[in-house]
């Protein structure tokens, strides 16, 4: 087995394992690998945490401090003109601090989790050739996953087999006709297409793409994550039962990655997070250029609610179907109306949140920080754990976060959460937008034909 050792950010000569390689543990059950001799890797540092905890500022405040350039992994951040719903860095910010992966895309394209893949490690690639420190921050798990592990290595679709998967499902598309499509590539020789999100064409031709090229479906190919999960808690009990077996234990060896990384989960408790999600929501609908004016932006350029990557994300669904509904109203909403829509998208929000703390859980690469604690003491840590290197790393107690509700009061606080708006309470508060749809979602603004998806296939 070959390595590629990395010293001070220039490629050193490949070097090679010993036969048995020792396994040696620390926290987060990381490993790394006695060998003939010294091998260092780069580091890359990976900020992630539920939406709305902070990322962004911390990794801002970090590269400041570390000479580093920040990756967004984020699904919706590589739109141009998303930049409301996205929580997009400012202009000032990334000005300040180069950001990549940011206004990539028009919203019409779909982009894809092999795609992110390929730009971010080529953007890492780039950063730690210049001497600077690569810091990706976002919290789409799956971009995240297949950063830190590596993509399945499943064959590109050639020309002619992409044009004749478009051909098959060009027309259901058209015609919105998502369960007959599901069961098209279901017959073909994926039933696992039929736990897609619904309108995920993107996946949907993908799938059928890769059954046309290699004769199965996606599922059977092996992602490296799991083969990783898998050999790490192999490694694990076999470890425990006789640490004293060195074949036993190098036939376990968890997959090598290519990095050295420093993976950090920011998190606050889970009734604070509810709150600030609420009033971010809020404060994503205040002011003339806010969400809405961003969804009516989408709609004018023929785009639907749901119909792609873009406008399946948060926010702009709801958003989008909100708007149509007055449109087809002629430009009027009640107030009721648009309480239920802010109440909707503050609960998908919320949602949102549930799922991506439910999912980092189980990626025990990451360390849990507490994102109610000060900036600077969360800040330092990080900074003393990238230029540690001993390879133990213990988050001090003041900065731990809790994975799981262990509380009786906080399970039942989360259960009796109620929301309680900040800037729209009363019938009055939400005037202004009503006037606003008024006056630019009237019978005057006809709705466009949908345009076509253009899509970076990987």
Known sequence: MVMSGVCGGVRTCSLRLTEKPILRSFTGRRRLFATSCSV?????????????????????????????????ADSVQVYRGLDVGS???SSTDRKEVPHHLIDILHPSEDYSVGQFFEDARQATKNILNNGRVPIVTGGTGLYLRWFIYGKPDVPKASPEIAAEVYSELEHLQRDGAWDAAVQLVVKAGDPKAQSLAANDWYRLRRSLEIIKSTGSPPSAFQIPYDSFREQSDSSETNHSHDRNTAAGVSEQNPKDLDY???CFFLSSHRLDLYRQLDFRCEDMLSGSDGILSEARWLLDTGLLPNSNSATRAIGYRQAMGYLLSCRHQGGRSSTQ?????????????????????????????????????????????????YHNQTGNLVVPKALQMEKNLSRRRDIFELKSYRTQNRHFVSREDCSDILDWIKTTQGETCGLNQPVSIRTRNI
């Open 337 to 385: 109306e648009f309480y239920d829509f802010l109440s909707e998208f503050q609960k998908v929000s919320r949602n949102f949140a549930k799922r991506q703390l439910t999912w980092f859980r189980n990626e025990s690469i990451y360390h849990w920080l507490n994102a109610s604690r000060p900036l600077e003491e969360v800040l330092d840590f990080i900074i003393d754990a």
């Open 87 to 89: 929580a997009k860095p």
């Open 40 to 72: 260092k890797k780069d580091k890359v540092i990976v900020l992630s945490g539920p939406t709305g905890a902070g990322k962004s500022r911390l990794a801002f405040e970090l590269a400041k401090r570390l000479n580093g350039e920040i990756i967004s």
């Open 260 to 262: 050295d990384f420093n």
